[in-house]
Every structure is written in structure tokens, then in C-alpha cells.
């Protein structure tokens, strides 16, 4: 397949086209997408993390893409989801809101993006990825004030970019971004704590 057909705004295109009810399940966004669905998850429950969304939405994206990242690890080529989790549906405009917002911020990165570094999107690779993504789901669970979500959410954002465009470039870069919130996260923390400790 040509890297560039599907590209990753198409691909997020297609699945908003695709759904025109009122509710989305994740079961069959799941089935939509088959062999794309590890990298366009992750971007579709990562960009709610980066963008104003309802209260509860992190704890929602960082337990399914929990469950991903850990498919991923342990080297699935098919995704498979809790049949509770599979039922589970949000709404349509939520969707629309997510391809919308990063529609233009992801055909800007196609423009450069290309396969590349095989080896850093090969399935040791991905593995590595998964797993990484399973501790990025768990830093979401935590409640973490003022723009605790937005680090991990944005280094899922990377890993899904780079795995639909097969760039191992930008899956070097996810995990950059992963250092990255991983450090803010811990600072953001540790300023919490000694702001608590101040207090009482």
C-alpha cells in the first residue's frame, strides 16, 4: 500500500463519515478499522486529552487506551475489547469535535511524514509501544489539576501518528514526548504535594 493512501486524516475522515448515528460504539469503531485500528485509537482516545473535553473523559480514554497499549505488548495483530467496554458509546458530535480539531495540526505533519526507520516500527518496536502507552493510560487515571492530561495525551497522539503513518522517526519522538510528560507530570506532582504540605 502507498504510504500516502490512506493518509492518517483520511483514515480519521472516513470513520467520521462512516458513523452517522446519534452514538458511536467503541466495538464497532474497532471493527472499522481492522488491521489501523492500534494507531487510530490511540489517536482518537489521546486527543481528547489535548483539547476541552467533559470531566471523566480522561479516566475513559486512559483505561481503554490501557487495554490497548497492553494488546499491543504482548504482540496481538487484532484488537480485542471486553465486550462491556466494546458497548460502550459516546456520542457522534464528540467524534465530529476530536476529527475536526485535529484535522488541520495532522495534514500539516503529513506533509513530512513518511516510512521510515523500519526498525523503530518494527513488532519489537511496537511492543515497546504498547507498553509504554499502558503507563501513559495509567498517568491519565490520575488526578492530576491544570493541564495534568495534556502530556501523556499528547505523546499517545505521536505513537498513533507514527504507527498509521509507519514512521519510526515519529515513534522515536513519541517516546521523547513520553520523557517529556513523564517529567512534567512528576514536577506538576511534586509542586501539588509540597503545596499540600505548606497547608496542613
Same mark, same amino acid.
Given at each position: 500500500?502507498?504510504?500516502?493512501?490512506? !493518509?492518517?486524516?483520511?483514515?480519521?475522515?472516513?470513520?467520521?463519515?462512516?458513523?452517522?448515528?446519534?452514538?458511536?460504539? *467503541? +466495538?464497532?469503531?474497532?471493527?472499522? /478499522?481492522?488491521?489501523?485500528?492500534?494507531?487510530?485509537?490511540?489517536?482518537?482516545? +489521546? @486527543?481528547?486529552?489535548?483539547?476541552?473535553? =467533559?470531566?471523566?473523559?480522561?479516566?475513559?480514554?486512559?483505561?481503554?487506551?490501557?487495554?490497548?497499549?497492553?494488546?499491543?505488548?504482548?504482540?496481538?495483530?487484532?484488537? %480485542?475489547? $471486553?465486550?462491556?467496554?466494546? #458497548? !460502550?458509546?459516546?456520542?457522534?458530535?464528540?467524534?465530529?469535535?476530536?476529527?475536526?480539531?485535529? #484535522? =488541520? %495540526?495532522?495534514?500539516?505533519?503529513?506533509?513530512?511524514?513518511? $516510512?521510515?526507520?523500519?526498525?523503530?516500527?518494527?513488532?519489537?518496536?511496537?511492543?515497546?509501544?504498547?507498553?509504554?502507552?499502558?503507563? &501513559?493510560?495509567? *498517568? &491519565?487515571?490520575?488526578? *492530576?489539576?491544570?493541564?495534568?492530561?495534556?502530556? $501523556?495525551?499528547?505523546?499517545?497522539?505521536?505513537?498513533?501518528?507514527?504507527?498509521?503513518?509507519?514512521?519510526?522517526?515519529?515513534?522515536?519522538?513519541?517516546?521523547?514526548?513520553?520523557? /517529556? +510528560?513523564?517529567?512534567?507530570?512528576?514536577?506538576?506532582?511534586?509542586?501539588? %504535594?509540597?503545596?499540600?504540605?505548606? @497547608?496542613?
Amino acid at each position: 500500500m502507498d504510504h500516502r493512501t490512506p !493518509r492518517t486524516s483520511e483514515l480519521l475522515a472516513a470513520v467520521l463519515a462512516a458513523h452517522t448515528e446519534d452514538k458511536v460504539a *467503541i +466495538g464497532d469503531l474497532v471493527n472499522a /478499522l481492522r488491521n489501523r485500528a492500534f494507531g487510530i485509537l490511540f489517536l482518537i482516545f +489521546g @486527543i481528547p486529552n489535548c483539547i476541552p473535553m =467533559p470531566p471523566g473523559i480522561p479516566v475513559i480514554c486512559g483505561i481503554i487506551l490501557g487495554l490497548i497499549g497492553a494488546q499491543m505488548m504482548i504482540g496481538r495483530q487484532e484488537l %480485542w475489547l $471486553p465486550e462491556k467496554v466494546a #458497548k !460502550r458509546t459516546f456520542s457522534r458530535s464528540m467524534l465530529e469535535s476530536i476529527v475536526t480539531h485535529s #484535522k =488541520p %495540526w495532522i495534514e500539516r505533519f503529513e506533509r513530512f511524514s513518511r $516510512p521510515r526507520y523500519e526498525q523503530f516500527a518494527g513488532p519489537t518496536a511496537r511492543r515497546v509501544v504498547g507498553a509504554t502507552v499502558v503507563l &501513559l493510560g495509567f *498517568i &491519565l487515571l490520575l488526578p *492530576i489539576p491544570f493541564l495534568g492530561n495534556l502530556p $501523556p495525551g499528547f505523546a499517545v497522539c505521536v505513537f498513533g501518528l507514527g504507527l498509521v503513518e509507519r514512521d519510526g522517526l515519529v515513534i522515536l519522538a513519541g517516546f521523547g514526548a513520553t520523557l /517529556l +510528560g513523564l517529567a512534567i507530570t512528576g514536577l506538576m506532582s511534586w509542586a501539588i %504535594w509540597q503545596g499540600a504540605i505548606a @497547608i496542613f
